[in-house]
């Protein structure tokens, strides 16, 4: 295994989660707005062993807004950004996970009547 591999591991798992950015404010008048967004990393990796060439590495970078903070005078408060995709997304994730059942019990079936 590459020495690059372990170090590799310590930043994704540095990354892993979701983490929150601030985004560089804009001033209009007395006001300040900050945005802010969801940044999501993920990474894999493998390499092969014995007699067999190996390798592979693989990963995910991905932010998207949820808000901003609004900065006046008054003082400052934060203002969620609604997700217009959120039903369409929690649709498309249930039916994945219900296609997923439905592949492993077929193969689990499949794999029995042998």
Known sequence: MSKRVPALRKVLARLAGARLTFGDAVHVGD????PVA??????????????????GLGGL????????IDVGPE???????PDPDRTAKLIAAGAAAAASVLLATALRSRIARR
């Open 31 to 34: 006001r300040a707005i900050i």
């Open 75 to 81: 003082g400052s408060h934060f203002e969620a950004i």
């Open 61 to 68: 970078f991905a932010a998207s807004p949820v808000g901003f």
């Open 38 to 55: 969801r940044v999501r990393a993920r990474g894999g990796g493998g390499w092969g062993g014995g007699d067999a060439a190996g390798g």
